[in-house]
């Protein structure tokens, strides 16, 4: 029995199996696969020749999306005294310390990124076992432990997305929505490869970017040619 409806299977018969896809080509395929009747994110699917077991193999960081990401990003800030101020006239959608930890753990997650003073950490981090295993625990290297909240908060909202390798060494890194023109799609798909290649750890050796694989939610996914991909630059 078909796993997929009869939608989805008519849209797999556009994309050849066993073709890598240019960038470019692979973008206007998705549009033309499209069949749900919402707007669906894209995402980029990487595989990494790294072993995220050892920290120097680790692959984490950020990318910008010229384009944003399509949706409406929640900001919650860890701050007191006046950069909680800052944060509030920066256009954060949640600011506190003790009143937000409490909500928090009470299982309230109503926000996609979280931001922290590095002051503030101390009582922060007892929330790692709530927001750690989400990807939403504040931290230094995706840059969401820091005093410049104004312009943190700004790149947020304005298309910042964060990325980190899981343990079979995949990404998944959303980069926009289908409705966004080929123009835009493909900004934002090279900003994510570049930011991605630039984030390779010390400890890889041999081949670095696996795969590269684009798709939309719930449609059939796309191949794309490594090197042609890994060879965007913004």
Do not use: C
Request: hydrophobic share 40%.
């Amino acid at each position: 029995m078909s796993k997929h409806g009869k939608k989805y299977l008519e849209a797999q018969k556009l994309v050849e199996d066993d073709k890598l896809y240019q960038p470019q080509e692979a973008v206007s395929l998705l549009k033309k696969i499209n069949y749900v009747k919402f707007d669906p994110t894209v995402e980029v699917h990487m595989k990494l020749g790294v072993d995220p077991r050892h920290a120097d193999q680790m692959v984490r960081g950020v990318a910008m999306l010229p384009a944003g990401t399509g949706k409406e990003v929640k900001v919650l800030v860890f701050a007191q005294g006046e950069k909680a101020n800052e944060a509030e006239a920066a256009g954060a959608d949640f600011v506190g310390l003790d009143d937000l930890i409490k909500q928090i753990e009470g299982d309230w997650l109503g926000f996609d990124v979280a931001i922290a003073t590095p002051d503030v950490m101390g009582k922060v981090g007892r929330l790692g076992k709530k927001l750690g295993p989400r990807g939403l625990m504040p931290s230094p290297k995706a840059g969401t432990i820091t005093f410049d909240l104004a312009r943190t908060i700004q790149d947020v909202k304005a298309g910042r997305v964060e990325f980190k390798v899981d343990k079979t060494a995949l990404l998944h890194i959303p980069a926009g929505k289908l409705s966004f023109s080929e123009e835009a799609l493909m900004a934002n798909l090279t900003s994510v490869i570049d930011a991605v290649v630039r984030a390779r750890p010390s400890g890889s050796k041999g081949t670095y970017v696996k795969s590269v694989v684009l798709s939309s939610t719930m449609s059939p996914s796309v191949r794309l040619d490594v090197a042609e991909a890994t060879a965007l630059k913004p």
